[in-house]
């Protein structure tokens, strides 16, 4: 049950690399269908081990962030029918809920149950930040590849294959938004759980407070730049880029 | 019954003998009832293209088929017989459903890859259809060539690249912009191209088009043409940064965008890309305006070369596309086979059944004192006959034309059975003759 749908996400991530390295001209369905499939059998077993009360463990993290993952990249492919993300997404999914599937009881019990509504909520939306900011990294590697293409005068077939500049840059833009949202929601929930739970709205360790201050204040600088002085194109480009570093690490020090 | 096509093409024939054999679209049905007249052709049709003129045909022999169409166009056309001899290809079945798919799918066109083709060829089989020209063998023979088209379009990416100048440019402009709804396009000099390029855009989408010219009366008149806006070739600074498209195409014999004004422009801007073409010779921008980030400029030197990186690249599909033409082919062909085997069975039954049933109502007459029964087994036992003897012979050729049949084999099996080869029209495929 588990391994079908990594075997589905593995059947688009192979259609939707074909597309983007290999110059294929495989129709849009072929990579969207199965991830599709793929998302709805995941919801399913997430809705049933959820009601049974199995999902605990680090397994279920990286399998939710592999379902919020495909959850992103097929809305931002509902919006601008581009596969080039998917290029991107598909194989971060297909390792995420493979690496899952793989790991030992990742469906039974886990010792290390996350405890309470608020801590939950807190993980899930770091998740879906996480995961919107390598998007947004991701888009923003295909935009200055593409501005590479251009700006070279020589452009070779990958100007074909990744989409225009302005969508690009336009998905950059929204996505930064929804990530940025999440961030400082999770942020908030984290820090209500640590008031409860430790009577402090900050835990002390530096270690693990500073990447996530980092990270908020970088795509928070960003925005602020994008909307006050609309910063554009390249220079946000590789803005978002150097941000997600401060991801890694954030995501690196609390996994 | 063979499939004739005889014509001449770009590859080998000159303008010359091209321009004397055209037909004019407008007089086609005129052309085809005169082609008519000539004994010999079944079915008819005529492609006509500045590249090309092309007779398919499907007639009862070859030879005879040839002929009427050769006199036809010699004496309608009057070209000398020696001409046609010369330029002429004649091709016949194979050879000519490959050519058709071929040229249905653009791979036999000057610029290949190119789409008008498939639509001239649609409309000659139109105009012959309607005109009582084409009957069943060209219906399916051109019903399939439209379907490899789609299929070579679809499968490869034959005609996606541009291959001219201006819509190369309109191309990298959707690379940058996406769409061209709301841009600006800004004209500095009123040359041909420049307008050509401004009409592409326009033809997108693009919302505004600015025309700057050295003489305010022709940058008025080609705006006017274009639906746009002169302005003032002095003073276009705030044109400039309202520009997402700049074609620059003035005959200065020195630079007109220098990078300083580019760097003002983009400054006002605000990091919104800019794309400059610059198509004059001497070039119209200095050449470090393309350092500045979010400017992209292609000089005509730049957009020739990104031209035959692409017809270079529709060389490479085209090549996928002659692979699925011949998959396609080979499939027509099975078909074809299968459907005149099936024909000459459900033939050949007929004809036996005919047999039979005189033959038994002859014998019946000779011996009137049978009763219902003994007339019933002796219909049954004659019947029986048929069947068996027929039997073999069916299943083996069905297994041959599964593999090797040619047209040979089944004329072959035509003559065997006393059937006149090519001729067999009676009756419809029955439902246990399926090969």
């Known amino acids: 049950m588990i391994a079908v749908f990594v075997i589905l996400y593995l059947v688009s991530m192979i259609a939707h690399l074909y597309n983007l390295l290999a110059e294929g001209k495989l129709p849009a369905w072929v990579g969207i269908g199965p991830l599709v499939a793929g998302f709805v059998l995941q919801t399913v077993m997430f809705g049933y081990s959820g009601l049974t009360g199995q999902s605990r463990g680090l397994g279920v993290w990286l399998s939710a962030a592999a379902w919020i993952l495909a959850l992103l990249y097929l809305v931002a492919y509902a919006r601008y029918r581009e596969m080039a993300l998917g290029g991107f997404a598909l194989p971060a999914i297909f390792v995420l809920a493979g690496y899952s599937a793989a790991l030992p009881g990742a469906w039974g019990s886990g010792s290390q149950a996350m405890q309470g509504f608020l801590l939950k909520s807190h993980a899930f939306l770091a998740l879906l930040s996480a995961a919107s900011f390598f998007l947004l990294f991701a888009a923003a590697l295909m935009y200055v590849a593409q501005a590479h293409q251009l700006k070279s005068r020589r452009p070779g077939a990958w100007l074909r294959r990744l989409p225009s500049l302005d969508v690009l840059d336009d998905l950059n833009h929204k996505i930064l938004y929804f990530g940025f949202a999440f961030l400082t929601a999770s942020l908030l929930l984290g820090s209500m759980w640590a008031q409860s739970e430790h009577g402090a709205f900050w835990s002390l360790d530096p270690l693990k407070t500073l990447p996530l201050i980092l990270t908020w204040l970088g795509y928070g600088l960003l925005l602020v730049c994008r909307l006050t002085r609309s910063w554009k194109g390249m220079r946000s480009a590789f803005f978002s880029m150097g941000a997600f570093v401060a991801v890694l690490f954030a995501l690196a020090v609390h996994l | 019954m063979p499939i004739i096509l005889a014509g001449v093409s770009h590859h080998r024939t000159p303008l010359e003998v091209r321009e004397r054999l055209f037909f004019a679209p407008d007089a086609m049905p005129e052309w085809l009832d005169r082609l008519g007249r000539y004994n010999g052709l079944e079915e008819r049709?005529?492609?006509?293209?500045?590249?090309?003129?092309?007779?398919?045909?499907?007639?009862?022999?070859?030879e005879a088929g040839v002929d009427a169409i050769r006199s036809f166009l010699s004496e309608a056309r009057e070209v000398a017989a020696e001409t046609l001899r010369r330029h002429l290809y004649v091709l016949r079945d194979e050879e000519a459903m490959r050519h058709l798919f071929l040229v249905a799918s653009s791979l036999d066109s000057m610029v290949v890859g190119e789409p008008q083709i498939l639509g001239q060829v649609k409309e000659a089989y139109r105009l012959a259809q309607e005109n009582g020209h084409a009957g069943k063998n060209l219906a399916s023979l051109f019903a399939r060539a439209f379907q490899v088209a789609k299929k070579v379009r679809e499968r490869t990416a034959i005609g996606e690249a541009p291959v001219s100048v201006s819509s190369a440019a309109v191309d990298l402009a959707k690379k940058i912009f996406g769409g061209m709804e709301g841009r600006t396009v800004l004209l500095l000099g009123a040359g041909e191209m420049a307008e050509l390029a401004a009409r592409h855009l326009a033809a997108q989408g693009a919302s505004a088009i600015l025309v700057a010219n050295r003489t305010l009366a022709r940058a008025q008149e080609l705006a006017q043409a274009l639906g746009g806006r002169a302005v003032d070739y002095q003073n276009i600074t705030a044109e400039l940064a309202a520009a997402d498209i700049v074609i620059a195409s003035t005959g200065a014999p020195h630079i007109v965008l220098d990078r300083g004004r580019v760097a003002s422009a983009l400054e006002l801007r605000r990091d919104r890309p800019m794309f400059l073409i610059d198509i004059a010779v001497p070039r119209d921008v200095d050449p470090g305006v393309n350092e500045l980030e979010n400017v992209y400029l292609y000089d005509i030197d730049d957009l020739q070369s990104v031209v035959s990186a692409n017809l270079k690249g529709r060389e490479k599909e085209a090549e996928q596309g002659r692979l699925i033409v011949e998959e396609e082919l080979r499939s027509f062909l099975r078909r074809r086979k299968a459907e005149e085997l099936s024909r000459t069975f459900a033939a050949i039954r007929?004809?036996?059944?005919?047999?039979?049933?005189?033959?038994?109502?002859?014998?019946?007459n000779r011996l009137p004192g049978l009763d219902e029964k003994e007339r019933q087994a002796l219909e049954a036992m004659t019947r029986a006959i048929v069947n068996k003897l027929l039997h073999h012979p069916f299943a083996h050729l069905?297994?041959?034309a599964a593999e090797q049949a040619d047209e040979k084999t089944i004329e072959f099996v035509q003559r065997l059975f006393g059937l006149e080869p090519g001729a067999i029209e009676l009756p419809p495929p029955g439902p246990d003759d399926k090969a």
Do not use: D, P, W
Not at chain 2, 48 to 61: D, G, K, P
């Open chain 2, 45 to 62: 049709l005529i492609l006509s293209t500045c590249n090309r003129v092309e007779v398919y045909s499907s007639a009862e022999s070859f």
């Open chain 2, 350 to 364: 007929v004809q036996a059944e005919a047999f039979r049933e005189r033959e038994l109502t002859k014998t019946l």
């Open chain 2, 398 to 400: 069905r297994e041959m």
